[in-house]
């Protein structure tokens, strides 16, 4: 199973990025498919999860500006940012889990290599 994250670049504050996650080796209709980050000298931190029910649900610092969606048909996953600021600025990172579980920030089953998303001020 692999999963293959692209999209990422530079940007300067206030623009937008579209991250696409897309999955080979199974499918994961019936899992969850979500978005973590990290930047330098900080932990990983959760972003977003699309479930497989339809719902998503977001991290504090993203709310109102990343929007999470999913193709199931195309096994892929897509994390849309707006409004870009400094801070959001790390290596963003795909996953995906083989069931929909309660707790959105942990047992993934798989990782993605991950995209630099640099944001300029």
């Known amino acids: 199973v692999q999963l293959q994250a692209s999209g990422g670049g530079l940007v300067q504050a206030g623009g937008s990025l579209r991250l696409i996650c897309t999955a080979s080796?199974?499918?994961?209709?019936?899992?969850?498919m979500g978005w973590f980050r990290q930047a330098p000298g900080k932990e990983r931190e959760f972003v977003a999860i699309?479930?497989?029910?339809?719902?998503?649900y977001y991290g504090d610092p993203v709310k109102g500006r990343f929007t999470i969606s999913r193709d199931n048909a195309k096994n892929t996953v897509y994390l849309q940012m707006n409004s870009l600021k400094p801070e959001d600025t790390a290596v963003y990172y795909c996953a995906a889990r083989r069931a929909s579980l309660t707790l959105v920030n942990t047992n993934y089953d798989y990782w993605g290599q991950g995209t630099q998303v640099t944001v300029s001020s």
């Open positions: 080796g199974r499918t994961f209709s019936s899992g969850d």
């Open positions: 699309s479930r497989s029910g339809g719902g998503s």
